[in-house]
């Protein structure tokens, strides 16, 4: 099974290198085809996989895996001509494939903000039309849906359940929402504070500030020098992604 998602994962992120080799790159070259191996293997044995396999969460790595798909279908169809049933129907499929990781209802939140975003970004950089965006948003958004509807209903069922839990119970919950925003927060992150649960063992533990600022520093330097190389928009979307 673990074999199947590893092969899985470097099928997408192949697919997905090709596709912006040679349609938003323009590289012809064979040479794509070797760094997209690379690439592939790069993104499947990564450290967010490895921390994924370790403590069992196979299916997070199923959404992990066709991540770089999801990429490819949404950029295809917002540069399509027209927006059709079979673009619905590989949504669907994708989204089915990945149901099992769907009960975490984060999952579904991540895709929803990651696509937003990434909307957001297409509208402002690449000029795309908001008409077009929002029907292929909301596509998307109805896929995601439709290909889960056979556990949603359970999962608003149970939700209600939740209103009528004990008060010591909500406190309890009011408590670990109030932890997650404060101890785990951006900032806290950026500055070298452990995230919530190191932090609540030991609250003086901090990462090495100078190594993270170091990797930043890097970081925005690479990506500067890579824009500066291709001006390319999809690049400057990426990027922008992945800060």
């Not at 099928?11 to 290198?17: C, E, W």
């Not at 149901?99 to 000029?127: C, D, P, Q, R, V």
Request: proline share 2%; hydrophobic share 55%; with cysteine.
């Amino acid at each position: 099974y673990i074999s199947l998602i590893i092969l899985l994962s470097e099928l997408s992120m192949f697919y997905f290198l090709i596709y912006v080799f040679t349609n938003k790159l323009n590289v012809i070259t064979d040479r794509k085809y070797f760094f997209s191996i690379i690439g592939s293997l790069f993104y499947t044995f990564s450290p967010n996989f490895i921390a994924t396999v370790i403590p069992g969460h196979f299916p997070q790595l199923i959404v992990y895996a066709l991540l770089p798909l999801l990429l490819v279908l949404f950029d295809k169809n917002l540069h399509s001509q027209k927006i059709g049933f079979k673009m619905f129907l590989k949504y669907f499929a994708v989204f089915l494939l990945c149901a099992s990781a769907f009960g975490n209802i984060a999952f579904i939140y991540t895709l929803i903000l990651t696509f937003g975003i990434l909307s957001l970004l297409m509208i402002i950089i690449e000029k795309i039309s908001i008409i077009k965006i929002i029907k292929n948003f909301f596509i998307l958004i109805l896929a995601l849906v439709l290909s889960n509807i056979f556990w949603i209903f359970s999962y608003i069922g149970s939700f209600k359940q939740l209103t009528n839990l004990p008060i010591e119970t909500l406190d309890s919950l009011d408590n670990q929402v109030y932890l997650s925003v404060t101890k785990a927060s951006i900032p806290h992150i950026f500055f070298g504070k452990a995230e919530w649960q190191l932090y609540l063992l030991n609250s003086n533990y901090y990462i090495n500030i100078f190594s993270l600022s170091i990797f930043i520093i890097i970081s925005i330097f690479f990506i500067i020098s890579i824009i500066k190389k291709y001006k390319n928009k999809f690049v400057i979307i990426s990027f922008s992604m992945a800060l």
